[in-house]
């Protein structure tokens, strides 16, 4: 938005919060009910991959020990539930951008070790039917906001998909690895060699799309390739067991 546009919208409403409607201070807050409502992701979890974990019981999840992902590390901000959802479904189907400095903001406490040792900060890309549909990619706007923050180099367009994927809501671990398997490939002269990556995304599932792209980084040169989220999704199996 226009400075001068945003500066006389602001003038006329007060910030609200991210996730309803109640007035607060500044812009990408959320208020007092919704923070409290907010489930930040918290130790004990997944070494590898960040997944919550019911307690200490292992240094990895069952799934980054059957099958070890391409990426070092994956972190999240949010557990996925129903006020992460709030966040972050509205910044995929509409223009409510606002939310995206506040989740970035969110997002540096996790990523901190990250951050500070990545050369490149990298957005997981659209199908560019997908990015025509929905005129944005809420990873890159939210790769844009931490670069901003942190101050680290950035590429928009170092990873592109090269076919579109449908969705993976309701499929297998296996299925979803298959789907997204050499979907994605890095630009040519995209300078990788070497580098430490973080691949910004803003939810993370099973991880498959966070390890198709961490494979596609490496094979590029890439030296290590972590993965930093908005929200993450709790392992369904420990939810319906009731550990998580
Ligand atoms: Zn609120
Ligand atoms: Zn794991």
Not at 66 to 72: D, G
Not at 123 to 146: D, K, M, S, T, Y
Not at 157 to 176: F, S
Request: include cysteine; hydrophobic fraction near 45%.
């Amino acid at each position: 938005m226009k400075p001068l546009l945003r500066w006389v919208l602001d003038s006329l409403l007060p910030p609200s919060c991210l996730a309803c409607e109640t007035p607060v201070e500044k812009d990408g807050q959320f208020c007092l009910n919704c923070f409290k409502a907010a489930n930040f992701v918290t130790a004990p979890m997944c070494r590898v991959c960040g997944v919550p974990m019911p307690y200490d019981m292992a240094d990895l999840c069952v799934h980054c020990a059957a099958n070890p992902p391409a990426f070092t590390e994956a972190r999240a901000a949010l557990r996925y539930d129903e006020t992460a959802r709030k966040l972050i479904l509205p910044l995929k189907y509409a223009d409510h951008t606002e939310a995206v400095s506040g989740l970035a903001t969110l997002m540096r406490r996790p990523g901190e070790a990250m951050l500070q040792a990545a050369n490149l900060l990298v957005p997981v890309p659209l199908h560019p039917a997908r990015l025509r549909q929905r005129r944005f990619n809420q990873a890159a706007l939210l790769a844009i906001a931490l670069g901003r923050l942190t101050g680290r180099p950035l590429s928009v367009d170092a990873l592109q998909r090269t076919r579109p994927t449908q969705q993976l809501e309701g499929l297998g671990a296996a299925q979803r690895r298959e789907e997204v398997a050499g979907a994605f490939a890095v630009r040519a002269g995209a300078g990788l060699a070497g580098k430490r990556v973080v691949l910004i995304d803003d939810v993370m599932t099973s991880g498959a799309t966070a390890d198709a792209c961490a494979r596609a980084l490496l094979d590029a040169g890439a030296k290590q390739v972590d993965v930093l989220t908005a929200a993450r999704v709790a392992d369904q199996r420990l939810d319906e067991a009731g550990l998580a």
